[in-house]
């Protein structure tokens, strides 16, 4: 499986953001995608996530009602729709996949730079 994200950037605080994570490669046996973040100086943590056969989300506390995360139809590209963006949101954005029975898969991250 090979991701590769985009739509990261500089933006003020309060606004908008939204990063798109197209996935190739053997996706048949895809069985969860997410979105995660590493600040600087920080561990990397979950931002959000699908679980592929039911399609239910969850969120990390701190962005939930700000941000959502979802895929087309054909589930080649996942997104993340990130609203009023807050300067500790400021991060490299990674898009992962994890592949039955137990591969995962991550892009190579997109900033994201939120300024006061």
């Known amino acids: 499986v090979q991701l590769v994200e985009s739509g990261g950037g500089l933006v003020q605080a309060g606004g908008s953001l939204r990063l798109s994570c197209v996935v190739s490669g053997c996706t048949f046996s895809i069985d969860y995608v997410g979105w995660y973040r590493q600040a600087p100086g920080k561990q990397r943590e979950l931002v959000a996530g699908i679980i592929s056969g039911g399609g239910t989300t969850n969120y990390a506390d701190s962005v939930k009602g700000r941000f959502t995360i979802s895929r087309n139809n054909g589930k080649s590209t996942m997104y993340l729709q990130m609203n009023n963006l807050k300067p500790e949101n400021t991060a490299v954005y990674y898009c992962?996949?994890?592949?039955?029975?137990?591969?995962?898969?991550w892009g190579q991250g997109t900033q994201v730079t939120v300024s006061s």
């Open positions: 992962k996949t994890h592949s039955w029975p137990g591969d995962d898969s």
